[in-house]
């Protein structure tokens, strides 16, 4: 499974943006993404997730409101997060992952697959 995260970019504080993850490769594999986020210096946390069907999410109580995660029944393939509201304190880098095991996953420690991530910059 390979997966490409994209969309980030300089915001300013209250605005948004959408990052998408498209999956390519044996994505049968897959029962849920992911996406997590990574500040300097700080650990890698979650901030949503979303079975492969679309119909269970779950979100970090920091974005919830804020951030939506959602699958393109068009492309099977690719998975989005809608990100509104932003605050300067979003700003990270922003990791879309895959896991093999069936079931909701919060922790990094589930996903087998990685994308490369994409950064999101927001100003206050």
């Known amino acids: 499974v390979q997966l490409q995260a994209s969309g980030g970019g300089l915001v300013q504080a209250g605005g948004s943006l959408r990052l998408s993850c498209a999956a390519s490769?044996?994505?049968?594999?897959?029962?849920?993404i992911g996406w997590f986020r990574q500040a300097p210096g700080k650990e890698r946390e979650f901030v949503s997730v979303?079975?492969?069907?679309?119909?269970?999410?779950?979100y970090a109580d920091s974005v919830k409101g804020r951030l939506t995660i959602s699958r393109d029944n068009a492309k099977n393939t690719a998975v989005y997060l809608q990100m509104n509201s932003l605050k300067p304190e979003d700003t990270a880098v922003y990791y879309c992952?895959?896991?093999?095991?069936?079931?909701?996953?919060?922790?990094?420690?589930?996903?087998?697959?990685w994308g490369q991530g994409t950064q999101v910059t927001v100003s206050s």
């Open positions: 490769g044996r994505t049968f594999r897959i029962y849920g």
């Open positions: 992952a895959a896991s093999s095991s069936d079931g909701i996953w919060l922790t990094p420690d589930r996903y087998a697959y």
């Open positions: 979303s079975n492969w069907s679309g119909t269970t999410t779950s």
